[in-house]
């Protein structure tokens, strides 16, 4: 990057998916930051562009808020016009479901996977990349959320992902706890049951694997 980004196209950089830096804008803008190695187009249709390594330095660098990280315990958005947010489990009130959702989640994940292999060094996508390591709660519902389990909304039964005073874990809550694990270790991270020593309920203790 020889200059900094137009304002256009930083408008298009602080617009971009919090979770997947999936990118929105015309042609040119869409072309100049592939130019400039802040984005580049997916290889596999509909061929979307995404954020670089360098792209979300640049972006996080103007202090854009992510709904991922401000919003976590709020509904995400329908996908009519937001932003993609995680659910963790247990927002007030209960988000809406259903095909426009599950859609919303599967791009989210392939744009997830994405990013490791352009992240991680020897380019693997079975193992957590830098973002998800700094999102732990959002990176693990996502992984949960996307293989088909259901958050907790309300009354109804589901998980629930929350942070840990222990680094680099969160704690994962749900009746189906081996379920759960199965689902997060073939996402690339190491989860085992504990119990709680006062309430004496099991939960998980989830971390993102580094090898």
């Given at each position: 990057?020889?200059?900094?980004?137009?304002?256009?196209?930083?408008?298009?950089?602080?617009?971009?998916?919090?979770?997947?830096?999936?990118?929105?804008?015309?042609?040119?803008?869409?072309?100049?930051?592939?130019?400039?190695?802040?984005?580049?187009?997916?290889?596999?249709?509909?061929?979307?562009?995404?954020?670089?390594?360098?792209?979300?330095?640049?972006?996080?660098?103007?202090?854009?808020?992510?709904?991922?990280?401000?919003?976590?315990?709020?509904?995400?958005?329908?996908?009519?016009?937001?932003?993609?947010?995680?659910?963790?489990?247990?927002?007030?009130?209960?988000?809406?479901?259903?095909?426009?959702?599950?859609?919303?989640?599967?791009?989210?994940?392939?744009?997830?996977?994405?990013?490791?292999?352009?992240?991680?060094?020897?380019?693997?996508?079975?193992?957590?990349?830098?973002?998800?390591?700094?999102?732990?709660?959002?990176?693990?519902?996502?992984?949960?959320?996307?293989?088909?389990?259901?958050?907790?909304?309300?009354?109804?039964?589901?998980?629930?992902?929350?942070?840990?005073?222990?680094?680099?874990?969160?704690?994962?809550?749900?009746?189906?706890?081996?379920?759960?694990?199965?689902?997060?270790?073939?996402?690339?991270?190491?989860?085992?049951e504990y119990t709680e020593p006062r309430t004496r309920v099991r939960y998980l203790l989830a971390s993102p694997r580094r090898l």
């Amino acid at each position: 990057m020889t200059r900094p980004p137009t304002a256009a196209q930083r408008r298009v950089i602080d617009a971009a998916d919090p979770v997947t830096g999936r990118l929105r804008g015309t042609d040119a803008q869409l072309a100049a930051l592939v130019k400039h190695g802040l984005a580049f187009r997916h290889s596999r249709p509909p061929h979307d562009h995404f954020l670089t390594p360098a792209g979300h330095r640049i972006r996080e660098a103007e202090g854009v808020a992510t709904p991922v990280e401000t919003r976590a315990q709020e509904p995400a958005t329908d996908g009519a016009g937001g932003v993609f947010a995680a659910r963790v489990g247990g927002e007030e009130p209960a988000p809406a479901a259903g095909p426009a959702r599950v859609r919303e989640v599967h791009s989210a994940w392939q744009g997830l996977l994405e990013l490791r292999r352009m992240t991680n060094p020897d380019r693997a996508t079975d193992r957590p990349c830098g973002w998800e390591r700094t999102h732990l709660v959002q990176a693990a519902a996502l992984a949960l959320e996307a293989a088909g389990h259901p958050p907790e909304t309300g009354g109804s039964p589901g998980y629930r992902v929350r942070a840990t005073p222990q680094p680099e874990a969160v704690a994962v809550h749900a009746e189906a706890l081996r379920t759960c694990a199965i689902t997060l270790e073939e996402a690339g991270w190491q989860a085992g049951e504990y119990t709680e020593p006062r309430t004496r309920v099991r939960y998980l203790l989830a971390s993102p694997r580094r090898l």
